[in-house]
């Protein structure tokens, strides 16, 4: 059974107190409450996914990474390789965030190379996709979407997309409080799913799609209920934990209740 996948982008927040409480209460309400329908995984800085991997008992939940480097090994002072990420536990990695696309100039040829190699080492990407205010108010989300995801089928091919997660978040929505109407976001993935089926019918069905940006505890239910998507990327909403657990706690009780109907 395919589990809906929660992740906390815990971005750059945090100190060793902060994921020490967070750990501990995470890892005391999912003994105490199974998760059965969904996936917990943890986007923290590189620093401190080692020590949260380490302390995860019963793999009650997993970690991943926000980035990665394009280069895997040499003199690049300051970055991260595939295989660090590998080394340490790492599950998903988080490549092609708006936040690098903008703040560190990342174009979906660096992406695409990325995504590249954090397939050639087993790990499952997580690809994010989206488009700015500018280009939804210019009917161009479908463009856009499609153009971040064919970068990838022309440089390597298809079979790349096997298995990965693309994480649907619209620029404009991300840390913005405003979420789009859910239908926009059930047509474009539903647009992108038809697209990559036309190539191939298999690797579509391969794909879990997310939807992130701007998720809340009070916005929640409409997403648990949306056929296509398969999982959640949760930014602002994760860094307070007791929020978060709740949110945790209402989606594993939705799914529960949809699983019985
Ligand atoms: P947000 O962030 O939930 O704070 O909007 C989501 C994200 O950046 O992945």
């Known amino acids: 059974m395919k589990k809906f996948l929660i992740i906390g982008n815990w971005k750059l927040h945090g100190n060793l107190n902060f994921i020490k409480h967070s750990m501990q ?18 986007a923290a800085p590189y620093t401190y996914l080692h020590y949260i991997y ?28 595939v295989y660090m990420l590998k080394d340490i536990g790492v599950k998903y990695v988080i490549i092609g965030h708006s936040e690098r696309r903008l703040l560190h100039n990342e174009n979906n040829e660096v ?3 990325k995504l590249s ?18 280009e939804k108010n210019n009917n161009q989300t479908i463009n856009i979407c499609i153009n971040q995801i064919n970068t990838i089928i022309k440089k390597y091919s298809i079979n ?17 409080g405003i979420v789009p109407n859910i239908c926009e976001i059930q047509k474009t993935i539903t647009c992108l799913k038809q697209y990559i ?3 191939s ?8 799609f997310q939807y ?3 998720v809340n505890f009070n916005n929640l239910d409409q997403f648990i209920h949306t056929k296509n998507i398969d999982g959640l990327l949760i930014g602002k909403a994760s860094l307070d934990i007791d929020l978060f657990i709740k949110i945790i706690e209402k989606i594993d009780q939705k799914l529960i209740f949809i699983h019985r109907s």
């Open 25 to 42: 209460q995470l890892i005391f309400y999912i003994q105490n409450n199974k998760l059965l329908y969904s996936e917990l995984s943890i």
């Open 54 to 81: 380490n302390n995860i008992p019963d793999k009650l939940f997993n970690i991943s990474a926000q980035n990665v480097d394009i280069h895997t090994i040499g003199s690049y002072t300051g970055e991260i390789s």
């Open 111 to 113: 992406i695409a190379h």
């Open 117 to 134: 190699l954090v397939k050639s080492v087993g790990l499952i990407p997580i690809l994010c996709i989206g488009e700015t205010l500018c």
């Open 160 to 176: 790349f997309l096997k298995n990965i997660i693309i994480a649907y978040e619209p620029v404009w929505a991300i840390g913005s």
């Open 197 to 199: 089926k036309k190539i």
């Open 201 to 208: 019918i298999d690797i579509a069905n391969s794909i879990l």
């Open 212 to 214: 992130g940006g701007s």
